[in-house]
């Protein structure tokens, strides 16, 4: 099964909005509310940003938000911060009861 | 607070069997509470899930793992471990220990370890 799709890089300037997508199928996406996103900086463990598409776990800021229109999830980021700038991964459940990772996305703080 | 900390060797020779421990605390591994689970992140790649276990032992594999890959638990030592066999250098990776609630890692996997860097060479 492939990987879900996300832009390899975005960028934005401090305080702007971003959103970065991740496209996935019928199969994944599409059939279930179980997306979650991502942050990683470099040589560090991932940190859960969002959960079941749109939820936040405890302490992360609600500048971040997530939400899904068909076969593609977004997550947003407003009010833009230089600490901001990281690795973005998106995750789906699936059809098969596997999970699948998007290839990541590369945020970059202007 | 619930902490992963992933152990084992730094470095596998190819055609062996990758092994690595997942020391769990401030939390019951037995609890049914929790689902656990296995990433992996090969150098300057994306994150790839390997499988997961949950409360009674269910597992559940990547198919593309499913023939080399043991995922179990032991509950008296509060662990989780991982056995890949039949590794070749594409297994070389940085693997993570991580957790989900008692929905599954599917809904979000809410802590990780702090990963464990390991390298499949002769």
């Known amino acids: 099964q492939s990987a879900l799709t996300q832009p390899a890089s975005v960028s934005g300037s401090p305080g702007q909005s971003i959103t970065i997508s991740c496209t996935g199928t019928s199969s994944d996406i599409g059939v279930y509310n179980y997306v979650s996103w991502y942050q990683q900086h470099p040589g560090k463990a991932p940190k859960l940003m969002i959960y079941d598409v749109t939820n936040r776990p405890s302490g992360v800021s609600n500048r971040f938000s997530g939400s899904k229109s068909g076969t593609t999830a977004s997550l947003t980021i407003s009010g833009l911060r230089a600490e901001d700038e990281a690795d973005y991964y998106c995750?789906?459940?699936?059809?098969?009861?596997?999970?699948?990772f998007g290839g990541g996305t590369k945020l970059t703080v202007l | 607070q619930l902490q992963l900390q992933e152990s084992g060797p730094g470095l596998v020779k190819p055609s062996e069997t990758l092994s690595l421990t997942c020391i769990v605390s401030g939390g019951s591994i037995s609890s049914s509470d929790y689902y656990w689970g296995w990433v992996r992140q090969p150098p300057g790649k994306g994150l790839e899930w390997m499988g997961d276990i949950s409360y009674g032992g269910r597992t559940n594999y990547k198919p593309s793992l499913r023939s080399r890959i043991t995922i179990s638990e032991d509950t008296s030592k509060s662990q989780l471990s991982l056995k890949l066999s039949s590794v070749t250098a594409a297994d070389t990776a940085v693997y993570y220990c991580?957790?989900?609630?008692?929905?599954?890692?599917?809904?979000?996997?809410?802590?990780w370890g702090q990963g464990i860097s390991v390298t499949v060479s002769s």
């Open positions: 995750n789906s459940y699936t059809s098969s009861d596997t999970l699948i």
């Open positions: 991580a957790k989900g609630d008692s929905g599954g890692l599917a809904r979000g996997i809410f802590a």
